[in-house]
Each structure stands twice: as C-alpha cells, then as structure tokens.
C-alpha cells in the first residue's frame, strides 16, 4: 500500500509543480495579450483622429483650389474678370503707353 500512496503522491507532485507554473505563465501572457490590445485599441484611435484631421486639410485644400474659389478670390481680391472669349479683351491703349512709361523708368529703358 505504500508504494502506491508513494506513487501517488509522486504523480500528484509532478503534476502540481508542472501545471502551477504553466497556469502561472498562462495568467501573464493572457494579460500581457490584453495589454497589447488595449494599446493597439488606442494607437488606432490615435490614427484615426490624425486621418480625421488629414481629410478635413483636405476637403479645405479642394475648397480652396477649386475654379470657382480661385474665379472669386480673383474678382474680389484683383478685380479680375472672366471671359469665355479672348476676342473680348479690350485695353486702353493710353493704360498701355502708361505702364510702357512707367516701366522705362523704374527698368531704365
């Protein structure tokens, strides 16, 4: 009877010092893995924001860049008009002669 109480207790031995620290090291990793997901979780939203913030640059780029915001800024800011036919370009031929002056003096022509 001994020997199977010895046996046993060898048996139960080997298992417990086994399996205790494999469940040990199994702990760890599962909350080393559920450290790294959270951390992912947050690069991700971090990521996403900066995509958010690219995208808005860029609907403001396009708004910015588009014809009829440049046709505008150019009425506005230059007093430019827009024409469909370069047969309708009238200049003054005094304005012409003008900056002809202007420019001789200032480039010494």
Known sequence: MKKKESTFLKK????????????FFYQLFIKEV??????????LQVLREKENKVEQKRVAYQKLT????IVNR?????QL???DRIDDINVNSNEIKNLEKKISKKYGK
């Open 12 to 23: 139960l031995l080997f298992v417990t010092l086994t399996v205790i620290p494999l469940l």
């Open 34 to 43: 559920k450290s790294l997901n959270s951390l992912k979780n947050e690069k």
């Open 66 to 69: 588009s014809e009829d915001e």
């Open 74 to 78: 150019a009425k506005d800011k230059f």
């Open 81 to 83: 008009i827009r024409i």
